[in-house]
């Protein structure tokens, strides 16, 4: 009997961007870049792109780039939140939330903890 192989799936739209954004954040030096999966989990949406940052003037390096990259690329952000004090900043794109937090609120809100029942993948900076 010959050996079957795995078929993998062709990435979706929503993960070939999620993984776009975290090479977008990596540009911007964040740190401790996860995509977490919630496909499965939640109607909310489909991925949650993590970071975080080191200090305020790289989150808005990070939710910058993110954003206008994005948008010169044909996806735009419907929403960003708490541009203003930069400890956590949101950036709505429907299908993918992206996270950039400060250090402390990173580990003050324990965001993988919450979500640990989604697959999360770990971003590698490859250079």
Not at 18 to 38: F, N, Q
Not at 72 to 81: I, Y
Request: aromatic content about 8%; overall charge negative; charged content about 30%.
């Amino acid at each position: 009997m010959p050996n079957k192989k795995k078929i993998r799936p062709n990435p979706s739209g929503s993960e070939l961007h999620a993984h776009r954004i975290s090479e977008l954040m990596l540009d911007k030096k964040a740190l401790d870049i996860k995509i977490i999966d919630v496909r499965t989990i939640t109607t909310l949406t489909d991925f949650f792109v993590i970071c975080t940052s080191e200090s305020e003037p790289q989150s808005r390096a990070i939710t910058d780039h993110v954003n206008e990259t994005m948008k010169k690329e044909g996806s735009a952000s419907w929403h960003t939140e708490g541009y203003q004090h930069l400890d956590w900043v949101l950036v709505d794109f429907v299908n993918i939330v992206v996270h950039i937090f400060s250090k402390k609120a990173r580990e003050y809100y324990e965001f993988e903890r919450l979500w640990a029942d989604g697959s999360i993948t770990d971003i590698q900076d490859k250079k």
